[in-house]
């Protein structure tokens, strides 16, 4: 029977003729499970992953080793970007088996959903240090038959421990102040690496969550001129190598998921919308007119789908002159790739990540004056509000081609849907936009804290792995659910001045933040929502009919916690829908006028860009 065929998933689909019989997540695999008595494994990936397409073709397109596989276990296929719960509650318990952990991810459960083995790619013959699937797969089942006792008894302490740092992560800490960011600044300056930039060695990732933060403390209050600089340096020459050495797509735009060496040359050639769509913000951040404009291309020429929203990504391997080759196309001139086929693209719509391109496209078209990427990003987000959000207001995790997944929802979603809402929000003077960012943060909401309304994945729920939704912190390729909903509703606070906003996002991080400081090239998200909670809160209204004005010109120069450039239309709407930031703010005797406010207390309007500039060094 093929479960998989009508997936929304293209990863799962592309499995879908495996003689392996897959099911996909859900009840129905652990009852079968359940049923045989057999143990279950849940093979994770996604669909531009390299490693995931070669053992598909090595392993689990071998008849005779699926005809083992299906006889003694039951097996599951996940996409992980379909079900980032999964994957992130498998992820921390593979930790206990391998050091190296990545995709794919094969985990090995207990018909109750308790882990007991977990490694990634292993190949279909033995070779040093790594065994061949066909050997895991029978050491697994030789364990299950006749050591049962011991595989359950292992696999439950190991339950057991990981509930236990859950339960001790969401209930520890109390947050950290300016020297614990320092010294996460500090760890970050020294974790440099000072020949061709960015951070560490091989593999080398760009981390554009890091990266964000770093460019805000290099602007921040907070720090004495001198470390700001050089914490900022390390940022801008980050962004300078990735943009000079072979991260980036020289013909399309857009930058590579990562390099295999250190200079940054030899990439692995996948392209992932969250990685652009944050490089994005970086770039302007930076005033990278060109390199910005070169991802936005590529957003809106490969990655755009013609029912609305982003794709996922687009795949590393394609088939050049016939053969199968890994980023040959990526190779190739502007002429010679009009003569092959592309890399096929991932077209399953994200919510989350969709919610970050909204958001990078937004900011870097207010911040270099590029009106349509904030049209592009206003359409994604009619797309998204449209066909994601159900009529009870909850979100959809993904689709495709316009049908949605069952996949539910996660904190991410909420999260980073809403911080793109709320950045495009003032940059297209759409106080509607803002009133829909405000409701999805409002649904996740409940007695101070934040919880995916209506629970996470129930599957996932049922079982034994130890991880729940809201545990989950880990900041990969894109900032946490919790940083992405502690970023929204620190930002509503700014526009609304209710502080039950801050207070849940400063609730939400504090048990997390002092391992998140200790560790910073992993929490850049989290670290970046710490930072704006100690600056001191600065806003910044400009009144103008022209986004370009000296006026607004001067205003996008200054570091605030936030700036708005909007017409006197717009601002009185903006003030009508409950956002307290805009109440009273009008132009002066019909000429552009600039409120600068410090915690909602606001100086006198001014006129000029040099009075402006004046009022913000005082």
């Known amino acids: 029977m093929n479960r998989l065929a009508d997936a929304v998933s293209p990863y799962l689909r592309s499995h879908a003729d495996n003689p392996v019989a897959w099911y996909p997540w859900g009840d129905e695999a652990f009852a079968e499970a359940r049923r045989r008595d057999v143990p279950v494994l849940v093979s994770i990936g996604y669909a531009t992953c ?245 991802i936005a291309a590529f957003l809106r020429g490969v990655l755009r789908r013609p029912e609305g929203g982003f794709a996922s990504a687009q795949d590393s391997e394609s088939l050049v002159d016939g053969q199968r080759s890994e980023g040959g196309y990526y190779r190739l001139t502007a002429e010679e790739r009009r003569h092959q086929p592309p890399p096929a693209v991932d077209a399953k719509v994200l919510t989350s990540w969709n919610g970050l391109a909204i958001g990078g496209l937004a900011r870097a078209g207010a911040l270099l004056g590029e009106p349509t990427w904030v049209v592009l990003a206003e359409e994604a987000a009619e797309f998204l509000l449209a066909s994601h959000r159900r009529p009870d207001g909850t979100l959809l995790r993904a689709s495709l081609d316009g049908r949605p997944s069952t996949a539910a929802a996660t904190l991410e979603d909420y999260g980073a849907l809403a911080d793109g809402l709320l950045e495009l929000a003032l940059a297209a003077g759409r106080p509607d936009l803002a009133v829909a960012a405000r409701d999805l943060v409002d649904r996740c909401l409940v007695d101070g804290r934040f919880a995916v309304p209506g629970g996470g994945d129930p599957t996932l729920a049922g079982l034994g792995l130890g991880l729940s939704a809201e545990a989950d912190v880990s900041e990969g390729a894109a900032p946490s659910g919790l940083s992405s909903m502690a970023r929204a509703a620190e930002r509503l606070f700014l526009l609304t001045g209710e502080r039950s906003y801050r207070e849940a996002a400063a609730a939400a991080l504090a048990p997390v933040l002092p391992q998140a400081a200790q560790r910073p090239i992993g929490s850049g998200a989290m670290l970046g929502v710490a930072l704006a909670q100690l600056e001191p809160v600065r806003q910044l209204v400009v009144v103008t009919d022209d986004p370009a004005s000296p006026l607004a010109a001067a205003a996008r120069t200054l570091p605030t916690s936030v700036t708005a450039v909007l017409t006197e239309r717009a601002v009185a709407a903006f003030a009508e829908a409950g956002f307290e930031l805009f109440e009273g703010r009008t132009t002066v005797a019909g000429a552009p006028a600039a409120y600068l406010c410090r915690d909602f207390v606001c100086r006198l309007p001014v006129t000029d860009p040099a009075a402006l500039l004046e009022q913000a060094r005082t």
């Not at 593979?94 to 959903?113: M, S």
């Not at 554009?208 to 900022?232: C, F, H, K, N, Y």
């Not at 040359?265 to 490089?279: F, G, I, K, Q, T």
Request: hydrophobic share 40%.
């Open 50 to 294: 390299h490693w995931c397409h070669v053992m598909a073709r090595e392993s689990f397109s071998d008849p005779a080793l699926a005809g083992y596989l299906n006889e003694h276990l039951v097996a599951i296929k996940v996409d992980r970007e379909e079900h980032p719960e999964v994957d992130a509650a498998c992820l921390a318990g593979a930790g206990a088996f391998t050091p190296n952990l990545g995709w794919p991810l094969n985990v090995f459960l207990t018909p109750e959903g308790r882990m007991f083995h977990a490694g990634t790619y292993s190949p279909p013959r033995p070779m040093p240090d790594n065994p061949s699937f066909r050997q895991v797969l029978e050491a697994v089942v030789d364990a299950w038959t006749t050591r049962r006792d011991d595989v359950e008894s292992s696999a439950g302490r190991l339950a057991d421990a990981l509930a236990e740092a859950a339960r001790q992560g969401a209930s520890g800490g109390s947050g950290i102040g300016l020297e614990d960011l320092g010294r996460a600044a500090g760890t970050l300056v020294a974790y440099e690496d000072r020949e061709h930039g960015g951070f560490g060695g091989a593999p080398k990732f760009p981390v554009p969550t890091v990266l964000l933060t770093m460019l805000a403390l290099g602007r921040s209050p907070l720090l004495q001129p001198e470390d700001a600089d050089r914490i900022r340096g390390v940022a801008e020459r980050a962004l300078a190598a990735m943009r000079e050495g072979g991260l980036r797509d020289a013909v399309e735009g857009g930058f590579f998921r990562y390099a295999t060496r250190r200079d940054w040359s030899e990439p692995h050639y996948e392209r992932m919308l969250s990685d652009n769509a944050l490089l994005l913000r970086a770039y302007a951040e930076v005033g990278d007119r060109d390199t910005a404009a070169g």
